[in-house]
């Protein structure tokens, strides 16, 4: 086998990546940040949500992005911070994904 490091490539780790200036928006495209599974209490306003930081904190991202420009320097130490910038995608075989 060639293959070194990673033993799986289904779940790369789910790295945070910038955290946005107070006022910015955060990028979350991730799937991840989505569990469409069930709902939390958001750690930030208590409402139910399906959104979750990078540290599977259950909080919308709205609510997110305020905490960060209420707490900018909180904010530095990366409770939230937005994806890594995409990389080009190499082209995936279709048919090995159920
Ligand atoms: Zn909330």
Same mark, same amino acid.
């Given at each position: ?12 780790? /789910? ?18 940040? /989505? ?44 409770? /939230? ?18």
């Amino acid at each position: 086998m060639t293959r070194r490091g990673r033993a799986k490539k289904e779940k790369p780790p /789910f790295e945070p990546g910038l955290i946005p200036a107070p006022g910015e928006l955060l990028v979350w495209r991730d799937g991840q940040h /989505f569990d469409r599974w069930q709902d939390l209490p958001c750690t930030l306003c208590g409402q139910p949500t399906h959104m979750r930081s990078h540290s599977g904190e259950p909080v919308h991202k709205a609510c997110a992005e305020d905490w960060i420009t209420a707490n900018p320097v909180e904010a530095r130490l990366g409770r /939230f911070a937005s994806d890594l910038a995409p990389k080009p995608k190499s082209k995936k075989g279709q048919g090995d994904h159920a």
